[in-house]
């Protein structure tokens, strides 16, 4: 995680990891990539790219999780509320963040395709930007993917939304100051809610290995 060259523009990624993984029946977090946990995969990829800090936040089975996963250099928020869903583990996050963050990316860990090469794309896009973005999303051709990049402006508006409300709403209010940052992984946009969506992103990952 680099720090020095940027460190009045601090920039942290946060990690949701607290969902019950209803549909998939046995904890995401812990689902077996390449011989390691999904979110020790991704807790490595965020390590390993220009991101400032890393807070992680769990919920469900977090003993079991904090068990099995190194959590070395990462802020670990525990959502007490977890069962409200995605938004209320988000808005713990965006509570206990670093007060120096000026930007933060939102990146599910059913998202387990994502690299550091896009993490990187979206900061540097918002390092570089001179149009005024707030909102930052990587794209293979007209797919938007994850994580999602957002400036600091905006944590206000997220802590502001309901349970029920996702945060896809504060992308679509805000879609006139969004920048769309060409990536070349076809697979940010790829999800998995199900055993079947784990057997493929599975095969893709050993592929892309």
């Known amino acids: ?5 940027y460190f009045r523009m601090m920039i942290s990624q946060i990690l949701l990891a607290a969902g019950l993984s209803l549909r998939m029946k046995t904890s ?3 689902l077996d990539f390449g ?6 995969l991704l807790l490595e990829e965020c390590r390993q790219s ?9 919920g469900h089975e977090k003993e079991k999780i904090l068990e099995q996963v190194d959590f070395s250099g990462a802020q670990v928020v525990v959502n007490s509320d977890y069962r409200k869903g995605q938004t209320s583990s988000f808005q713990c996050a965006l509570e206990a963040m670093d007060p120096a963050t000026v930007a933060f990316l939102n990146l599910p860990v059913d998202h387990p395709l994502v690299t550091r090469r896009e993490i990187d794309a979206l900061i540097k896009a918002y390092r570089n930007g001179k149009d005024q973005s707030r909102i930052f999303i990587p794209t293979f051709g007209d ?14 508006e997220i802590l502001a939304l309901g349970p029920d409300e996702p945060v896809d709403g504060i992308i679509r209010k805000f879609r006139n100051s969004l920048s769309q ?5 076809p697979f940010t946009r790829k999800d998995m ?3 079947e969506e784990y057997r493929e992103c599975l095969e893709i990952f050993s592929k892309r290995d």
Do not use: A, H, W, Y
């Not at 995680?1 to 060259?5: A, D, L, N, V, Y």
């Not at 220009?50 to 769990?58: A, E, Q, W």
């Open 181 to 185: 940052v060409p990536v070349d992984n």
């Open 143 to 156: 797919q938007e993917g994850r994580p999602v990049l957002f400036d600091i402006s905006l944590r206000q």
């Open 50 to 58: 220009r991101v400032d800090t890393v807070v992680v936040v769990l």
């Open 35 to 40: 011989g390691v946990p999904l979110l020790s």
């Open 1 to 5: 995680m680099g720090t020095s060259p």
């Open 28 to 30: 995401k977090p812990l």
């Open 193 to 195: 809610d199900t055993p």
